[in-house]
């Protein structure tokens, strides 16, 4: 397949960008520019683009055995060989809790991740790992103390309590028990809520996290959007500040999971980049075989909203990554059906992974061509480590299958070929 080869002459890039301000060294005309330097809350666009377009989904990577959100995780160490080995730079969804927060009362939980975190650094002190904090809290953060510069932070008076989850929950009742009875979807506008994902945030930023995705962003503002996002406001810019003085780097990228292409406060972007399923539509005629297409349901390819960014630079529309989502199997499946999202019955990474291995890759390939071409704002983030529903291995793993990973899917060196062109 010909690729798209994104080289832009500076007139045409500054249309697109829609500022005759952005800096030179913010234009990216090809490889050889790229630049991983990030500092003082500070991360420029060739910079950010540099990272996502090296962006691989790894979830759990660096959780350990006895913290698993999602079932167990074998043959980590050839996944350390093969994230090296294909130069991945952003690590997404590398640790996480949903539904998990009393892993934050085991120190263990937090060291192991960091070890694995130095251990990779050792080698490529630019990879990024990413954090993530999801829409759901539950009875369970009542076990989890608040520590005292938890309340420092937000000026309150210090005092020994646990968090409380009754105080993170809609007034009106909107999302209470969404996820079951004892377990919601938290009210960003109650400063309980903002206080619990601080305290999540730092800790992880505090072992060497530098990018943390905050899940379905607009879920949780429930009464915030109504308030011009205030909250939403008030925790990013407290995750910023704090990452200057804590982060390795002083800088921290935050995105979310927004079908609405962003959130934008007074002409500015309230988070660095946006992230959102990848939207396959299936080829009715034939069978199992998808392609991308723009306006399709609610995919986000030409969406995203524009601004000033965090770091202070403009664009016309927001920088994105789209992935291999997991929500699970149909009532349909290997059925067509172009009115739901799930991909011929299947969610978008399930799909992908029951696919023939020659087939995956030609449709890695194209993916990551298509997105390129039909807007250059866009990135895939390669399928690494991901949930998948119904298999006899509960993940997808991109490895080169062999005795150090017997349930590799065999993409691994297709990644490195898409990313070494």
Same mark, same amino acid.
């Given at each position: 397949?010909?690729?798209?080869?994104?080289?832009?002459?500076?007139?045409?890039?500054?249309?697109?960008?829609?500022?005759?301000?952005?800096?030179?060294? @913010?234009?990216?005309?090809?490889?050889?520019?790229?630049?991983?330097?990030?500092?003082?809350?500070?991360?420029?666009?060739?910079?950010?683009?540099?990272?996502?377009?090296?962006?691989?989904?790894?979830?759990?990577?660096?959780?350990?055995?006895?913290?698993?959100? @999602?079932?167990?995780?074998?043959?980590?160490?050839?996944?350390? +060989?093969?994230?090296?080995?294909?130069? #991945?730079?952003?690590?997404?969804?590398?640790?996480?809790?949903?539904?998990?927060?009393?892993?934050?009362?085991?120190?263990?939980?937090?060291?192991?991740?960091?070890?694995?975190?130095?251990?990779?650094?050792?080698?490529?002190?630019?990879?990024?790992?990413?954090?993530?904090?999801?829409?759901?809290?539950?009875?369970?953060?009542?076990?989890?103390?608040?520590?005292?510069?938890?309340?420092?932070?937000?000026?309150? #008076?210090?005092?020994?309590?646990?968090?409380?989850?009754?105080? &993170?929950?809609?007034?009106?009742?909107?999302?209470?028990?969404?996820?079951?009875?004892?377990?919601?979807?938290?009210?960003?506008?109650?400063?309980?809520? +903002?206080?619990?994902?601080?305290?999540?945030?730092?800790?992880?930023?505090?072992?060497?996290?530098?990018?943390?995705?905050?899940?379905?962003?607009?879920?949780?503002? &429930?009464?915030?959007? @109504?308030?011009?996002?205030?909250?939403?406001?008030?925790?990013?810019?407290?995750?910023?500040?704090?990452?200057?003085?804590?982060?390795?780097?002083?800088?921290?990228?935050? @995105?979310?999971?927004?079908?609405?292409?962003?959130?934008?406060?007074?002409?500015?972007?309230?988070?660095?980049?946006?992230?959102?399923? &990848?939207?396959?539509?299936?080829?009715?005629?034939?069978?199992?075989?998808?392609?991308?297409?723009?306006?399709?349901?609610?995919?986000?390819?030409?969406?995203? !909203?524009?601004?000033?960014?965090?770091?202070?630079?403009?664009?016309?529309?927001?920088?994105?990554?789209?992935?291999?989502?997991?929500?699970?199997?149909?009532?349909?499946?290997?059925?067509?059906?172009?009115?739901?999202?799930?991909?011929?019955?299947?969610?978008?990474?399930?799909?992908?992974?029951?696919?023939?291995?020659?087939?995956?890759?030609?449709?890695?390939?194209? #993916?990551?061509?298509?997105?390129?071409?039909?807007?250059?704002?866009?990135?895939?983030? &390669?399928?690494?480590?991901?949930?998948?529903?119904?298999?006899?291995?509960?993940?997808? +793993? #991109?490895?080169?299958?062999?005795?150090?990973?017997?349930?590799?899917?065999?993409?691994?060196?297709?990644? !490195?070929?898409?990313?070494?062109?």
């Amino acid at each position: 397949m010909k690729r798209f080869v994104f080289i832009l002459p500076l007139c045409l890039f500054l249309f697109m960008c829609g500022n005759d301000k952005i800096p030179q060294d @913010d234009i990216v005309c090809g490889p050889e520019e790229r630049s991983y330097e990030m500092n003082n809350g500070i991360i420029s666009r060739n910079v950010l683009e540099s990272y996502l377009s090296r962006s691989i989904t790894q979830a759990e990577f660096l959780t350990s055995e006895g913290f698993y959100n @999602d079932g167990i995780y074998r043959y980590k160490e050839d996944d350390i +060989r093969m994230l090296k080995n294909i130069g #991945a730079k952003f690590i997404g969804r590398s640790i996480y809790s949903w539904d998990t927060p009393q892993n934050f009362n085991n120190p263990a939980f937090l060291a192991n991740a960091e070890r694995i975190i130095r251990e990779m650094h050792r080698d490529d002190p630019d990879i990024i790992f990413q954090a993530a904090i999801f829409e759901i809290v539950s009875t369970k953060v009542n076990s989890v103390a608040v520590p005292a510069w938890v309340f420092e932070e937000f000026g309150l #008076a210090v005092e020994e309590r646990n968090f409380s989850y009754a105080d &993170m929950l809609n007034p009106n009742g909107q999302f209470v028990d969404h996820w079951g009875s004892g377990a919601s979807v938290p009210d960003i506008s109650r400063l309980e809520t +903002r206080m619990f994902f601080y305290f999540m945030a730092r800790e992880y930023m505090e072992i060497g996290i530098e990018a943390i995705h905050f899940g379905q962003v607009e879920l949780m503002a &429930m009464t915030d959007k @109504d308030n011009n996002y205030a909250a939403w406001d008030d925790l990013l810019t407290r995750v910023r500040e704090t990452a200057m003085d804590i982060a390795r780097r002083g800088t921290v990228l935050c @995105d979310g999971h927004l079908p609405s292409g962003g959130i934008v406060v007074n002409g500015k972007l309230l988070f660095d980049f946006v992230s959102f399923p &990848m939207r396959p539509k299936e080829i009715c005629q034939y069978p199992q075989k998808a392609e991308l297409k723009k306006y399709y349901l609610d995919a986000i390819y030409g969406r995203t !909203k524009g601004g000033t960014t965090p770091s202070g630079w403009h664009c016309e529309h927001s920088l994105y990554l789209v992935e291999f989502d997991n929500f699970g199997i149909s009532d349909h499946p290997g059925s067509c059906n172009l009115a739901d999202h799930f991909v011929w019955g299947y969610d978008e990474i399930t799909w992908f992974s029951l696919q023939p291995e020659a087939y995956r890759k030609e449709f890695l390939e194209y #993916a990551h061509d298509w997105v390129r071409k039909i807007d250059p704002n866009g990135y895939l983030q &390669m399928p690494g480590s991901r949930v998948i529903t119904g298999a006899a291995t509960n993940r997808f +793993r #991109a490895n080169t299958k062999g005795p150090l990973c017997p349930e590799g899917k065999n993409v691994e060196e297709t990644i !490195k070929m898409i990313w070494s062109k």
